[in-house]
C-alpha cells in the first residue's frame, strides 16, 4: 500500500490543522492506520490510530481531547484533526498501516508515507 500524508504547515498556539492520509494499492490488507510524529532529536511517537472496519480508535495520552482521528473508507483516506495545537505538537507527523488490528509501536506498522511539518509557535 502507498500512503501520500498531507495538511501540514506553520499554526499559532491554540491554532488547528488537519492532517490527510490517502492510501492506494492494496489497502484491503492492511486494518490498522496510525498517525507518529517526530521532533528533532527524538524518537518516533505513536499519536493516533483507527481501525478501517469498525472504527476503533487509540490516542497518546498527550492529545487526547485535542485531536481526533477519522476515516472516510470510501476514499481510502485518514484524517487527523489537530485542534488546541502547542508548540510541543511541533514535528514532522507521519501515517503508516498495519496488517494488525492495534498497534502503537513503529514496528507495528509496515507501511509508511512521507512525513508532512507541523509547526506551532507560541
Known amino acids: 500500500v502507498q500512503l501520500q500524508a498531507s495538511g501540514g504547515g506553520l499554526v499559532q498556539a491554540g491554532g488547528s490543522l488537519r492532517l490527510s492520509c490517502e492510501a492506494s494499492?492494496?489497502?484491503?490488507?492492511?486494518?490498522?492506520m496510525g498517525w507518529f510524529r517526530q521532533a528533532p532529536g527524538k524518537e518516533r511517537e505513536f499519536v493516533a490510530a483507527?481501525?478501517?472496519?469498525?472504527?476503533?480508535?487509540y490516542y497518546v495520552d498527550s492529545v487526547k481531547g485535542r485531536f481526533t482521528i477519522s476515516r472516510d473508507n470510501a476514499k481510502n483516506t485518514v484524517y487527523l484533526q489537530m485542534n488546541s495545537l502547542k508548540p510541543e505538537d511541533t514535528a514532522v507527523y507521519y501515517c503508516?498501516?498495519?496488517?494488525?488490528?492495534?498497534?502503537?509501536?513503529?514496528?507495528?506498522?509496515?507501511?509508511w508515507g512521507q512525513g508532512t511539518q507541523v509547526t506551532v509557535s507560541s
Open positions: 503508516a498501516s498495519s496488517r494488525w488490528y492495534s498497534g502503537t509501536y513503529p514496528r507495528d506498522f509496515s507501511s
Open positions: 494499492g492494496r489497502t484491503s490488507s492492511y486494518n490498522l
Open positions: 483507527i481501525t478501517w472496519s469498525g472504527g476503533s480508535t
